[in-house]
């Protein structure tokens, strides 16, 4: 298990102790990646795909912000040439600079590892080669901005409801890396998220979905976006997300 407690601080402090957090909810506490708390993304991700080579089994990375996922997506595709990635989320994370309502950074990591924008992030992450549109599937967003829903109309990237539907657009033999934000659960469920979303899953349909992900028997690798603890009072989110990763790599 790595932790890499950084974000880029677009929305202040307290996404940062996300990782260690749901760590010790898994009953662990984590490698930590090198990165530098406020230092440059491309610095971060480097850093996060290096170390993700450091995990033996299956590579679980906890991550400060979902702007990390296509550094760990790259380690594992040296591992993997034809992985496929089923990224879970209330968003897009599919903004361009030319399209972000805010510019953050954390909106835009979906559309950095396809080939979108941030030619040099991704480089930096170590995907030499843009991951392929066909291969990648949206599960559970429910709040996109227009330039996203416009982004998605005119790529054909597949975006599903339910697990179900994801693993049916995807090639049946395709190994796969899930990346999840916590932030597809109910803001209810999980109040430590900076945007949240209403109408989100029951903590019961995240596990589910998780498990149903998981029987699968084709999950290589997980990247989760953890949250900002100091918005989650009761630690319920963070019990939420511990059991959805659990059901994962069971
Ligand atoms: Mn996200």
Redesign the pocket.
């Known amino acids: 298990m790595l932790i890499a407690p950084w974000t880029s601080r677009f929305h202040g402090t307290g996404m940062e102790e996300g990782p260690a957090v749901l760590a010790a909810a898994l009953g662990g506490v984590g490698r930590r990646a090198p990165v530098t708390l406020g230092g440059p993304a491309a610095a971060a991700l480097a850093a996060v795909s290096r170390a993700m080579e450091g995990e033996d089994g299956r590579p679980l990375a906890l991550l400060g912000e979902?702007t990390l996922a296509p550094a760990a997506l790259a380690a594992t595709r040296r591992r993997h040439d034809h992985v496929a990635l089923v990224w879970i989320?209330a968003?897009g994370?599919l903004n361009t600079p030319a399209t972000s309502p805010s510019g953050f950074l954390?909106g835009m990591p979906f559309a950095i590892l396809l080939g979108w924008c941030h030619d040099e992030l991704r480089l930096a992450a170590g995907l030499d080669a843009v991951f392929p549109t066909d291969r990648a599937v949206l599960v559970g967003a429910r709040d996109l901005d227009p330039g996203e829903v416009e982004a998605i109309a005119r790529t054909g990237l597949v975006a599903t409801a339910d697990i179900a539907a994801a693993l049916a657009a995807l090639p049946a033999d395709a190994l796969l890396h899930v990346h999840l934000?916590g932030?597809v659960l109910d803001p209810a469920v999980a109040p430590g998220v900076d945007f949240p979303a209403p109408g989100g899953w029951t903590a019961e349909e995240f596990r589910a979905e998780c498990a149903a992900l998981n029987a699968s028997g084709r999950v290589v690798a997980v990247s989760v976006?953890c949250g900002t603890p100091a918005k989650d009072r009761d630690g319920r989110g963070a019990r939420a997300y511990a059991a959805a990763v659990e059901a994962l790599l069971a």
Do not use: K
Request: aromatic letters at 0%; one cysteine or more.
């Open positions: 979902c989320d968003h994370d954390g934000d932030d976006c």
